[in-house]
């Protein structure tokens, strides 16, 4: 009995041992292949902290190459750029003024964290300069009878505090008393409108801190430039002959319009250098753009006519006729050569925010049609040069945000 008890047990060592030797050998196999273990996926420690104040060991603890933007950044900046005026026919134009209009610059990139290069697209918009020669012209019924007494009056008074002021400036609607055009002739008057799309190469710092970033892209930008002249003209002044149909009181306003569309297609190269010192960041960016400018100039003239049944207190509009003439097509292409200039200066606001402030440069060189064809049957107005220059300068203001 005790003999078959022993043999058990030296079976069970036996089993024991051998089991515990497949084990540390599973281990040393798996120890030698390296194998890592599944990550948790909840173990991870995301910051989205925007608003927290930056300190002065957030910066002092990076290097410069880790504090410029990484990842996903945006920038919005609000623009006061003024712009040249064009370069007429006439040799009366003041092509050395500027004027003043403003936009908007919105920059979205995402550059790579580990190998340094990434993309950039840019979008900029310039609402404006609209300057012009204007002059008020009162039209025919000026004042309507029935509108001197307006709600509210007491006792037939027409002025404070019962009543409306007699006559009352309006917005050229006939309802209210007071009727005037006003007879405007542009001088400077635009629209730009800029996409760009920028691969960016992040280079090592320099010995102080500096950051260069050279980039080469593509440009399309659409310049418009409006050129319109009208006159104001009436039987009571004697610039209108009485007509057998209108009548003897009528009034019409000319307005000689021409649109001038520049679509520049470019390619551009340029850098960016980042400084920083601080809390503050200094950055300048450089880009040259050369390409070719569609353009397309559209003439034609809108006569509006108002017919009157008197000329007087109380008049009242009989009709009124608006005509349009054909518009007048002229295509053309040029060389374009340009340059964009930009310089910002941006304080550490909080950890992912700066506010910046800066100035901004757009000159195209050669290759932008303002103004128009030249005066012929088909455009009454002075026309310009289809291989003009045009600078707008200014300054910038805007936001940051990089996680």
Same mark, same amino acid.
Not at 347 to 353: F, G
Not at 372 to 382: D, K, R, T
């Given at each position: 009995?005790?003999?078959?008890?022993?043999?058990?047990?030296?079976?069970?060592?036996?089993?024991?041992?051998?089991? !515990?030797?497949?084990?540390?050998?599973?281990?040393?196999?798996?120890?030698? %292949?390296?194998?890592?273990?599944?990550?948790?996926? $909840?173990? /991870?420690?995301?910051? =989205? %902290?925007?608003?927290?104040?930056?300190?002065?060991?957030?910066?002092?603890?990076?290097?410069?190459?880790?504090?410029?933007?990484?990842?996903? =950044?945006?920038?919005?900046?609000?623009?006061?750029?003024?712009?040249?005026?064009?370069?007429?026919?006439?040799?009366?134009?003041?092509?050395?003024?500027?004027?003043?209009?403003?936009?908007?610059?919105?920059?979205?990139?995402?550059?790579?964290?580990?190998? @340094?290069?990434?993309?950039? $697209?840019?979008?900029?918009?310039?609402?404006?300069?609209?300057?012009?020669?204007?002059?008020?012209?009162?039209?025919?019924?000026?004042?309507?009878?029935?509108?001197?007494?307006?709600?509210?009056?007491?006792?037939?008074?027409?002025?404070?505090?019962?009543?409306?002021?007699?006559?009352?400036?309006?917005?050229?609607?006939?309802?209210?008393?007071?009727?005037?055009?006003?007879?405007?002739?542009?001088?400077?008057?635009?629209?730009?409108?800029?996409?760009?799309?920028?691969?960016?190469?992040?280079?090592?710092?320099?010995?102080?801190?500096?950051?260069?970033?050279? $980039?080469?892209?593509?440009?399309?930008?659409?310049?418009?430039?409006?050129?319109?002249? %009208?006159?104001?003209?009436?039987?009571?002044?004697?610039?209108?002959?009485?007509?057998?149909?209108?009548?003897?009181?009528?009034?019409?306003?000319?307005?000689?319009?021409?649109?001038? @569309?520049?679509?520049?297609?470019?390619? %551009?190269?340029?850098? #960016?250098?980042?400084?920083? #010192?601080?809390? $503050?960041? /200094?950055?300048?960016?450089?880009?040259?753009?050369?390409?070719? !400018?569609?353009?397309?100039?559209?003439?034609?003239?809108?006569?509006?006519?108002?017919?009157?049944?008197?000329?007087?207190?109380? !008049?009242?509009?009989? /009709?009124?006729?608006?005509?349009?003439?054909?518009?007048?097509?002229?295509?053309?292409? @040029?060389?374009?050569?340009?340059?964009?200039?930009?310089? @910002?200066?941006?304080?550490?606001?909080?950890?992912?925010?700066?506010?910046?402030?800066?100035?901004?440069?757009?000159? /195209?060189?050669?290759?932008?049609?303002?103004?128009?064809?030249?005066?012929?049957? !088909?455009?009454?107005?002075?026309?310009?040069?289809?291989?003009?220059?045009?600078?707008?300068?200014?300054?910038?203001?805007?936001?940051?945000?990089?996680?």
């Amino acid at each position: 009995m005790k003999t078959v008890e022993h043999a058990m047990s030296v079976r069970k060592l036996t089993a024991s041992l051998l089991t !515990s030797l497949a084990m540390l050998g599973a281990i040393a196999i798996g120890n030698a %292949q390296e194998h890592v273990p599944p990550a948790d996926p $909840f173990a /991870f420690e995301p910051d =989205f %902290q925007w608003f927290r104040p930056v300190t002065d060991m957030d910066l002092a603890d990076m290097k410069p190459k880790k504090r410029a933007n990484t990842g996903w =950044f945006a920038t919005y900046d609000r623009l006061a750029l003024y712009a040249s005026r064009p370069e007429l026919d006439d040799l009366t134009s003041a092509e050395t003024k500027l004027d003043l209009g403003w936009g908007n610059r919105y920059e979205i990139g995402y550059m790579l964290p580990d190998v @340094e290069h990434g993309w950039m $697209f840019t979008y900029t918009n310039l609402h404006g300069p609209s300057a012009y020669d204007t002059v008020i012209r009162e039209r025919l019924n000026r004042t309507n009878e029935g509108d001197l007494l307006p709600y509210g009056s007491k006792d037939g008074v027409v002025g404070p505090p019962f009543g409306a002021i007699v006559p009352a400036g309006d917005g050229n609607v006939l309802q209210y008393n007071v009727r005037q055009y006003w007879v405007q002739d542009a001088l400077n008057v635009l629209e730009y409108d800029s996409f760009e799309l920028n691969k960016h190469w992040r280079m090592e710092p320099y010995h102080y801190g500096g950051i260069l970033e050279p $980039f080469v892209g593509f440009r399309w930008s659409r310049l418009n430039d409006y050129n319109v002249r %009208q006159d104001y003209r009436t039987t009571l002044d004697g610039s209108l002959l009485s007509d057998l149909i209108l009548g003897d009181d009528y009034e019409r306003l000319l307005t000689d319009s021409t649109i001038t @569309e520049n679509d520049v297609l470019a390619g %551009q190269v340029g850098f #960016r250098y980042i400084k920083f #010192r601080d809390r $503050f960041t /200094f950055s300048a960016d450089f880009r040259a753009f050369t390409g070719g !400018s569609l353009q397309c100039a559209k003439t034609q003239q809108t006569v509006d006519t108002t017919v009157y049944d008197g000329n007087g207190i109380g !008049s009242e509009v009989s /009709f009124e006729l608006v005509d349009k003439t054909t518009p007048v097509y002229t295509r053309n292409e @040029e060389f374009v050569i340009g340059f964009d200039i930009r310089g @910002e200066m941006a304080y550490q606001l909080t950890k992912s925010i700066k506010l910046r402030g800066g100035f901004q440069v757009i000159d /195209f060189a050669t290759g932008i049609w303002r103004g128009g064809p030249p005066q012929g049957p !088909s455009n009454l107005l002075i026309g310009g040069d289809s291989d003009q220059d045009v600078v707008m300068v200014g300054g910038t203001f805007g936001i940051e945000l990089n996680r």
